[in-house]
């Protein structure tokens, strides 16, 4: 864990916790295993588009085919419209209608588009798994006097979605009514209003509340806009490159000669050089741990800068306050809530 901002918590006031969801408390499963699932979801949705549309006849008679054509064009439909209006979900019936138009559809009703839309959601509890720490970290912070709620961006949501949550063991330790799905809202991070619809339905206010996420862009942005303090948890592969190139500097500046006894070492000052030497090691170790923490707080705040200009953000606007690798990490930092 990194405080990249030390002074934030001091004497600041915390009652509220929000939290992210993909690669804040789920991660994904193995992608072999993922490919098969959504091999499946593709197959079940040219189903639904045949049963929806018949007695008219399919552009592919492959299903496999279509219906890996027709993720992809509903992929890129949704990405165009992002690019568009990034801080608006995409109206689902029109994608969808759009992507099957593009693939030689005639114009359907949007009830056609709805439902086929729905039958390309894969589940929650198919394509994900909850961080080991995730329920015990919510459960021990609930304790702790902290409110807990939810702001994610996704495209699916709705009943199925709230049940995957139930599946998941989110609900009840976060209540449905504190959260708010980008899917539901009509509004993506980082824009404000999707933050404080689920600030009013928990009466909270931005100067006392923490937003957790992976994106630096759509949590840790969206968060310091409202004046809110901002925790990001990058994901694994930027830890792994982050230790990489700090080891990797580090070796390079190492020095060979720090464990060298002096020339003049004798039985006589044993004792008192055992002791310097012990003091000096441990004041080496800790220098080289302050260094590496540092190192590895450079990488990522690097990163944070490097891409806030690829998104025409301000580096202050991007700059998280805490940094943690494991979402228990946040017990060290709020203890309680109320002043820190």
Request: proline share 6%.
């Amino acid at each position: 864990m990194y405080l990249t901002a030390k002074h934030a918590l001091v004497g600041r006031t915390v009652r509220y916790l929000l939290f992210d969801l993909g690669n804040t408390l789920w991660k994904g499963i193995d992608p072999v295993k993922y490919d098969a699932i959504e091999q499946k979801t593709n197959d079940y949705a040219v189903t639904v588009l045949h049963q929806l549309l018949a007695p008219m006849p399919l552009p592919s008679s492959d299903t496999k085919v279509l219906g890996q054509r027709l993720r992809e064009m509903v992929s890129q439909q949704l990405r165009d419209a992002l690019r568009n209006n990034p801080e608006v979900e995409p109206d689902a019936a029109l994608i969808t209608n759009n992507a099957l138009y593009r693939l030689g559809f005639p114009p359907v009703d949007r009830t056609v588009g709805l439902k086929v839309f729905e039958a390309l959601n894969i589940r929650i509890p198919q394509r994900r798994s909850l961080d080991d720490d995730a329920l015990s970290t919510l459960n021990t912070l609930k304790a702790r006097g902290f409110s807990l709620g939810v702001v994610t961006n996704r495209h699916w949501g709705g009943d199925t979605f709230q049940e995957d949550l139930h599946t998941m063991g989110i609900c009840p330790v976060i209540d449905l009514k504190h959260m708010a799905i980008s899917a539901d809202v009509g509004l993506r991070k980082p824009n404000p209003e999707l933050f404080q619809h689920t600030l009013r339905t928990l009466n909270a206010v931005p100067e006392e509340t923490v937003m957790v996420g992976d994106s630096i862009a759509a949590d840790i942005r969206g968060a310091k806009m409202l004046g809110m303090l901002a925790v990001w948890k990058p994901k694994p592969r930027l830890w792994a490159e982050a230790r990489s190139t700090v080891n990797l500097r580090f070796n390079e500046e190492a020095n060979p000669d720090d464990q060298e006894q002096p020339d003049h070492y004798t039985e006589h000052n044993a004792g008192t050089y055992e002791l310097r030497a012990a003091v000096a090691s441990h004041n080496r170790t800790k220098w080289r741990a302050n260094r590496y923490y540092a190192g590895v707080e450079g990488y990522f705040l690097a990163y944070v800068s490097r891409h806030s200009k690829k998104l025409n953000i301000l580096p202050g606007d991007a700059q998280p306050d805490v940094i943690i690798e494991h979402l228990s990490d946040l017990l060290d930092v709020f203890t309680q809530a109320g002043t820190q």
